[in-house]
């Protein structure tokens, strides 16, 4: 049985755990209950720290793989202008895409309300609950990040060893970029040598953590149980009518917007595409990690969509951290729902300056287990809401922060799709010139 298993594809492997974790946990809890001395033990014994080890495996190295995929990546476009445009087209499409997502996820808090309609007991209760939880995001809050110079300039690391040892994830990356960029501009024997070195750790990397996405159906059994056994139903039911304007946004981005993106600009099947994409986005979705899931949409990339891995590696990379569609929508969502609940009436102009600020989030926020929340805080401060609101949501963010991982990674896929498709067609006009 087990080598039956094991021959069945890592995406039903995935599947298979999801749906074990999740009816396991379901039944604990409805049968059980929360608080009851085994589940207690279980959960805080066994299956958390398992999920946890899978994490941070993934983590541990996922920094060196981001540093070594973006300098070879930078690298292997081997031309200045090859790189700009690659890079252009990337920027360009974030920000659209980010843009669009957005503006679905404010359109639709604005025309249904979810905020207005929370009944107030059960507000307090949930604010209660998550009081602890809420004042420690607040602390950790950007303070400034966006605001108008800090944000480029935070970008910029005085030390990349301490950016590194911080997990400043952007920084590290901007120094990859920049090394990238003088390997392309020095070219000498050492430099190659040098090169095949970084190339070297690059597949070190990789091969280390397709041995760590072995335990990936394990991880996610594990990491579901706790979820539904802890929550149980009362993740999807509380704050209803938000997390069904979330769920709703994040529908019609994932199965609308994306579809035309790969229909008209990759010229590509959208029903081939997520055909192709599912590893990638089942990983997204059971770890809430883009930069966790990074190796297993650079093997979609490469493997199933047919990508070139210069272009693949350079924008998945870039991506994982700069491309979040699905947290700058969840953002945008939540600081309106928050808004309607405390009566904050928000002008025209506010909500423009906040879709702004929420695209610029999701360049901004890391890409890990709830990275937006210090800047919904934030963001929150800005347009007068208490940041404390941020505890409504705590209780339904573990769920959401799945989803809107699963979009920021497939999204992360489209871009790289569709640049890949731009650079055929540069490539085809060349060569007819």
Known sequence: MLQRLRSVSLQVQLLIGFILGLAGGLLVNLTTGVDTGWVIWVTANITGPVGQIFLRLLFMLVLPLLFSALVVGVAEMGDLKLLGRAGGRTLLLTLVISGIAVLIGMVLVNLLRPGAGVDPALARSLLAQGADGASSIVSSAPEGLLAEGNF?????????????????????????????????????PATDRLQEVIQGLFEVMMALIHLVIRLAPLAVACLMFNLAALFGWDLLLRLGAFVGVVLLAMALHMFVVYPLVIRFLARRSPVQFFKASRGAI????????????????????????????????????????????????????TVLFLAQFFGVDLTFGQQVVVMGVCILGGVGTAGVPAGSLP???????????PPEG???????????????????????????????????DEALAVSRG
């Not at 005085?158 to 911080?166: G, I, L, M, T, Y």
């Not at 951290?321 to 929508?329: C, D, F």
């Open 375 to 385: 800047v919904i805080a934030m963001i929150l401060a800005m347009v007068g809401v």
């Open 152 to 188: 480029l300039v935070g970008l910029i690391p005085p030390n990349v060893f301490a950016a590194a040892a911080s997990n400043e994830i952007l920084m590290v990356m901007v120094f990859a970029l920049f090394f990238g960029i003088g390997l392309v501009m020095v070219q000498s």
């Open 282 to 333: 089942v990983v997204a979705f059971a770890t809430s990690s883009s930069n966790a899931t990074l190796p297993v949409s650079l093997k979609v990339a490469e493997d199933n969509l047919g990508l070139p891995k210069r272009i693949a590696r350079f924008v998945l990379t870039v991506g994982a951290t700069a491309n979040q569609n699905g947290t700058a929508l969840f953002e945008g969502v």
């Open 390 to 424: 941020i505890g409504l949501v705590l209780g339904v963010d573990r769920f959401l922060d799945m989803c809107r991982t699963a979009l920021n990674v497939t999204g992360d896929l489209v871009i790289a799709t569709v640049v890949a498709n731009g650079e055929a």
